[in-house]
């Protein structure tokens, strides 16, 4: 990491797959403290034993209870706000859930960090927080809100930036599809494949550590960072997995789409695309910092319109080999692989 940790980072929801592998890139730096702040016991437990790590304190709390935030936050530099309800039936089915957790949760971390002094704190959110049709989608579009309206009314008083990073699907995360296929196939049980049409844009674990590392390194007040990450739809992604294990032909069968689904993502709207800056592997999105006052502004128009969002249907699309080819990078794949009896390294 460029900028050295002096003081302790904090990891909100830091015994998730993000929050684990996140802590586990820190370590390898000069960090002298990271404290995890979550809520379940029982994978704190697991994980002090596992990383073995005398730099890593455990908080248990809950981002919905300001003084478990403020507990955490004391004396804190940086925070990576990885807190959440992430799954997308059950904020469905709970929404008054998502919306304490991922907005006020959200709000409390961004204000216990200004009271604190936290010189920076990085939101995570979700592709799903673009033209958000879905709960958990909407409550992570109020977050980015939150944190947007915080770098405009408060950085010039405050000493905290506050960022956003945005990813879509992380493969083989926890309760994902990718995982699902594998199941099925050692079950020999046909592929379930929701629409065949259906794309997601798809990156691992560690690009997603890798954004939000860019973030860090970057970011000025409400400023929002995407990865442009590849796509393919989910029944390319169904038969590149069942390939990977010897199945040229699986039987797929169709299940129709589920609550709050959408045919593809967005990583970027229309208006943001728009305001973008392009940086290569990665596009930044600049705050909208005018004030109310709008009669202040005069409106200087746009110079190139651009009449489309970035979304999984239009980014770069895989083939059969360059999904395979994505899916070999992943640990617990080659793992599956070889329990199964197939080699990862003659399909390389
Ligand atoms: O049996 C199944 C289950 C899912 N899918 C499809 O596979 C894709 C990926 O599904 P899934 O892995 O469940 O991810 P999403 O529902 O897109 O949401 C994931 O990705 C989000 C980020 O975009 C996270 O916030 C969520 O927690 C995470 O579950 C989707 O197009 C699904 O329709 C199938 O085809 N068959």
Do not use: W
């Not at 039936?89 to 998502?98: H, K, L, N, T």
């Not at 309760?175 to 259906?198: A, E």
């Not at 990583?267 to 909208?288: I, N, T």
Request: overall charge negative.
């Amino acid at each position: 990491m460029k900028h050295t940790h002096a003081g302790p980072v904090l990891v909100t929801g830091g015994t998730g797959s993000f929050g684990s592998t996140m802590v586990s890139r820190l370590l390898k730096t000069d960090v002298g403290e990271i404290r995890i702040l979550s809520r379940d016991e029982a994978k704190q437990d697991a994980m002090r034993r596992q990383l073995a790590d005398g730099r890593v304190k455990f908080h248990v709390g809950d981002v919905r209870d300001t003084r478990s935030v403020e507990d955490a936050m004391d004396g804190v530099q940086h925070v990576f706000h990885a807190a959440a309800l992430k799954q997308v039936p059950s904020c469905e089915f709970f929404p008054q859930q998502a919306v304490l957790t991922n907005v006020t949760g959200s709000d409390n971390v961004i204000r216990a960090a200004e009271r604190a002094g936290v010189a920076s704190v990085v939101c995570l959110s979700t592709d799903k927080a673009v033209y958000p049709i879905n709960a958990m989608g909407i409550s992570k579009a109020m977050m980015e809100k939150v944190a947007q309206a915080h770098a405009r009314n408060r950085s010039a008083t405050s000493g905290t930036t506050v960022s956003i990073t945005r990813y879509g699907n992380v493969m083989y995360s926890r309760g994902s599809v990718i995982p699902l296929f594998v199941q099925q196939i050692r079950d020999g049980q046909p592929l379930t494949v929701t629409d065949p049409t259906m794309t997601r844009f798809l990156m691992s674990l560690e690009e997603s550590v890798d954004l939000v590392q860019y973030a860090f390194d970057r970011a000025t007040p409400g400023d929002l960072f995407v990865y442009k990450a590849p796509a393919c739809t989910v029944e390319l992604l169904a038969r590149a997995v069942a390939s990977l294990f010897g199945d040229n032909d699986p039987e797929v069968r169709i299940i129709g789409t589920r609550h709050g689904e959408k045919l593809y993502e967005s990583l970027l709207s229309r208006e943001e695309l728009q305001k973008a800056d392009d940086q290569g592997a990665y596009f930044r999105v600049p705050l909208d910092a005018r004030s109310l006052e709008y009669e202040l502004y005069f409106d200087e128009g746009e110079s190139e319109v651009v009449d489309h969002d970035y979304t999984s249907h239009n980014t770069v699309q895989l083939d059969l080999d360059g999904v395979k080819r994505l899916l070999l990078n992943l640990e617990p794949i080659r793992r599956e692989m070889r329990a199964a009896g197939c080699d990862p390294e003659s399909q390389a």
